[in-house]
T-cell receptor, first 112, second 113 residues
Framework: GQQLNQSPQSMFIQEGEDVSMNCTSS?????WLWYKQDPGEGPVLLIA???AGELTSNGRLTAQFGITRKDSFLNISASIPSDVGIYFC????????????WGAGTKLIIKP | NAGVTQTPKFQVLKTGQSMTLQCAQD?????MYWYRQDPGMGLRLIYY???????DKGEVPNGYNVSRLNKREFSLRLESAAPSQTSVYFC????????????FGPGTRLTVT
């Protein structure tokens, strides 16, 4: 089945650094969602985007719905240890009811 | 407020055994979903239920059955478990309207030997 192309696959960062990750698709999406998963837990919704060009923040997190409707970006500013985890993007295509398409995840690891 | 709950949290099965994974939500959501998560593959949809009384296949339905028992509960059954079904299973729910935000349970870690 179709998956979103999410990159990078993993990132090693220093505490305090800014982080960027993105998802791209060959299809047009009308919704983009960003989730975070901690070890042993289910994904938790961080940010939802519903309009092309939309820029939404949630604390130190900022996500954007790409203008082409085929991509989305997530930025984390001034990373802290609790940012460690796996970040997933998910999109809902214009021709799909109820179902989301998921990226494979970006694993964020903080260097000691 | 419990949100989405799943039982059991862990399970080990032998090949050929059957079991049912339980999911319940207390958010009065209409739609419910079952996903499996394998390393490096993100989440893959097994089955979903858009509303009480309806179920539909997702991306990877083979080897599974579901029951939408009522608005709150959505169960996933493995009739004859296979090692390829070793995975982490997540249940999710979504409210009505145009929003597509799904809320997840804590997962069931299943190993089939």
């Amino acid at each position: 089945g179709q998956q979103l192309n999410q990159s990078p696959q993993s990132m090693f960062i220093q505490e305090g650094e800014d982080v960027s990750m993105n998802c791209t698709s060959s299809s047009i999406f009308n919704t983009w969602l960003w989730y975070k998963q901690d070890p042993g837990e289910g994904p938790v919704l961080l940010i939802a985007l519903y309009k092309a060009g939309e820029l939404t923040s949630n604390g130190r997190l900022t996500a954007q719905f790409g203008i082409t409707r085929k991509d989305s970006f997530l930025n984390i500013s001034a990373s802290i240890p609790s940012d460690v985890g796996i970040y997933f993007c998910a999109g809902q295509r214009t021709d799909s009811n109820y179902q989301l398409i998921w990226g494979a995840g970006t694993k964020l690891i903080i260097k000691p | 407020n419990a949100g989405v709950t799943q039982t059991p949290k862990f399970q080990v099965l032998k090949t050929g055994q059957s079991m049912t994974l339980q999911c319940a939500q207390d958010m009065n959501h209409n739609s419910m979903y079952w996903y499996r998560q394998d390393p490096g593959m993100g989440l893959r949809l097994i089955y979903y239920s858009a509303s009480e009384g309806t179920t539909d296949k997702g991306e990877v339905p083979n080897g599974y059955n579901v029951s939408r028992l009522n608005k709150r509960e959505f169960s996933l059954r493995l009739e004859s478990a296979a090692p390829s079904q070793t995975s982490v299973y997540f249940c999710a729910s979504k409210g009505t309207g145009v929003l597509y935000e799904q809320y997840f349970g804590p997962g069931t870690r299943l190993t089939v030997t």
